[in-house]
């Protein structure tokens, strides 16, 4: 990613349903790594009330975009252009008190990055500060594993392995048990999860072998989050053949599969490599606790 200059003034303008055209053409500029967001704006064409989208202009023209998350928390900046950062990186550190308490600046590096500039060292102290790598597979370029006909979307049955396998997951990627921060809340999640079928399973009769989930989905890409195997029964496959079942289902739907993960994990970067993901973007998650 090349940061930018350019002449003329920066403005900041809340988006509405009108701008649903300009907003897509600036997020289809990259569809894959846009995905997620792409999927936000397709659900609320810009008229979800909790939930805030702002663009940056210099000329007319948008150079910068953030979705701020009335609902979910989440901070998901785009964009190259430095002025356009820094001047919505200001809006979202005014609008911190409108989120929740708990909140996550989410995206490529550079832009997470000038977010986190203008938060400044007097604002909220981050919980966790990741570098990730953002990663693509093409519909033509997955490998060839046998299929796993036992995945399944999860149902209200699976609540209690939802459940579980569910913190076990967070604890480990997060850090934290949602069970002890937000139990309720939790478990309105996971309940959530039983019904609208985009966390998959693989069972047998020994109990859970891979888990995952689609956060997202366009028709340029799938994103895929929350891969997880439990801890005893790593090392024998089930992630590499669960996550090629899910992507060569996902191809029936979309041309790209795409997802994020930590530079530090080299196990999971192993098994998307053998798959044929490949990097796309410098990626960076920061989570903050009380952020005001």
Known sequence: MVSSFRTGATTIERLGPRDLVETFAYLDRDPVVNVYVMAL?????LGQPRDEYWAARRDGEMVGFVHLGGHSGAILPLGEDVEGLRRLGEQARDRLPSL?????????REAVGAFVQRFG?????????????????????LTSWPRVT???????EDFDLLYESGA??????????????????????VEEETRDGHTYLWKDEQGLCFRAS???????????????TPRDRRNRGFATRGLAELCARMFERTRAACLFV???????????????????????????DGAR
């Open 41 to 45: 704006v397709l659900r609320d064409a």
């Open 100 to 108: 929740p308490r708990r909140v996550q600046v989410i995206g490529p």
């Open 121 to 141: 060292s007097s604002g909220p102290t981050p919980r966790l500060d990741r570098a990730q790598v953002y990663m693509a597979l093409e519909k033509d370029q």
């Open 150 to 156: 036992d995945l399944a979307p999860a149902r209200p």
């Open 168 to 189: 076990l997951l967070r604890l480990e990627e997060l850090e934290e048990d949602p069970r002890a921060i937000d139990s309720l809340g939790y478990r309105r999640r």
């Open 214 to 228: 689609v956060s997202a989905v366009t028709a340029d890409a799938a994103q895929i989050s929350g891969v997880y």
């Open 262 to 288: 930590n530079e530090s994990n080299q196990p999971a970067l192993k098994v998307y490599r053998r798959l044929g993901f490949v990097p796309r973007m410098a990626w960076r998650s920061i989570f903050y």
